[in-house]
């Protein structure tokens, strides 16, 4: 028995320092390859707190504006109010778009995309709802005839002109039941970005920033993939459905986001500028913020042997530039000159790979959703 207990206390002074190397090693190969050792807790602070939460608040600010607008144009409908509406839309409509990735916690609750940017509007709907005065924008069959779509319509859609729209609205057959809706349509807007950044401001700033995992349902998570959705719409709906990607080339310019104001262009650079700021985590010119590119530059990611944050910071420039260089109306554009607009669906599908393949993997998040359908 004493022979055995010497043997035993032999076998674990020998265990014991080929233990402790394992567990060394095992610390060092975490330091250098466990791909979520970037700091989502700052990551989660910082774009909640300075991007996320502001965007709304810009949002907020312009559509009380707007809807300060339609209570105007109600009063006077004359060019002057009607310039004044239809440049708050506008503004409007461009702060959404910083705010179009965030569709989780209370925008995902509320659908809120849907409900502001389904896209194109049904016009039959839209004369049925205001001609008949029964309506409840609430209800499914109404999707395509409220938001920034059905103001689109409303404000630029009704004639050929500003003279013609104003006829409409002045008109004693169509003035009460034209501008009950236009109002409805701005009410809602305002009460859908209203409870939204209500549900941010109450508590669910707190849920966000304290979900810290990279699993489905985290923050990281949900916002990764949003943020790729996003983008899938841009490339998508916004530009590859009108220019024909899913019709044998044959361009369907009606399908365009914006087609009776024709912002096209500025909502789809509105668009990239926003994801952009999530990726970057802050503003130009602004301090400096913790954001998906310094959570890439933590791990150490690489494309093609060069830093992937700085490869996806520069395809954004590209993507960008490329639409801008589109000429005149993307309507007009992609029946008559569909080479830039074929290149800005190009560079716009570069970034696609780089976010969704080459970010999403290096930070160890799974992208879930299968589909961009353009709503």
């Not at 043997?7 to 979520?36: E, H, W, Y």
């Not at 910083?98 to 502001?116: I, K």
């Not at 409805?184 to 401001?201: C, F, G, K, L, P």
Request: charged share 20%; glycine share 6%.
């Amino acid at each position: 028995m004493e022979v055995k207990t010497a043997n035993k206390g032999r076998m674990r002074l020998q265990f014991v320092p080929i233990l402790m190397g394992m567990m060394l090693l095992a610390a060092s190969c975490k330091d250098k390859t466990d791909p979520t050792e970037y700091d989502r807790t700052a990551l989660t602070a910082n774009l909640g707190e300075r991007v996320i939460v502001p965007a709304y608040d810009q949002l907020q600010d312009k559509v009380d504006l707007l809807r300060n607008g339609s209570a105007d144009f109600r009063v006077a409908k004359d060019q002057v109010s009607l310039d004044s509406l239809q440049s708050r839309f506008a503004k409007a409509w461009l702060a959404w778009k910083a705010c179009s990735a965030f569709e989780f916690g209370p925008a995902a609750t509320a659908s809120l995309r849907s409900v502001l940017n389904t896209f194109p509007c049904d016009t039959l709907q839209i004369h049925n709802n205001f001609t008949s005065g029964a309506y409840d924008l609430n209800q499914a069959v109404n999707l395509d005839a409220r938001g920034f779509q059905a103001l689109d319509f409303l404000l630029h859609g009704l004639g050929s002109g500003d003279a013609a729209i104003l006829n409409r609205y002045q008109s004693p057959s169509d003035s009460s039941r034209l501008t009950e809706y236009l109002e409805a349509v701005v009410s809602d807007i305002q009460a859908q970005v209203s409870n939204v950044r209500q549900a941010w401001n109450s508590g669910y700033l707190t849920t966000f920033k304290a979900s810290l995992g990279t699993d489905v349902g985290s923050s990281t998570s949900m916002l990764v993939n949003e943020l790729n959705r996003d983008l899938e719409i841009i490339k998508t709906a916004s530009i590859g459905i009108p220019l024909g990607k899913q019709t044998f080339d044959s361009p369907l310019p009606e399908k365009v986001e914006a087609l009776y104001s024709e912002i096209s262009i500025e909502l789809a650079i509105a668009e990239l500028q926003g994801l952009e700021l999530l990726f970057e985590g802050q503003k130009d010119g602004s301090a400096e913020g913790y954001g998906l590119r310094e959570a890439l530059n933590a791990v150490e990611a690489l494309y093609n042997g060069e830093n992937l944050g700085d490869a996806i910071h520069n395809q954004f420039q590209t993507a960008k530039a490329a639409v801008a260089a589109i000429p005149g109306s993307l309507s007009e554009a992609v029946v008559t000159n569909r080479v830039p607009v074929e290149a800005a669906y190009n560079e716009i599908q570069k970034l696609v790979i780089l976010l969704k393949t080459d970010m999403a993997s290096a930070l160890s998040i799974l992208i879930t959703y299968t589909d961009a359908d353009g709503d």
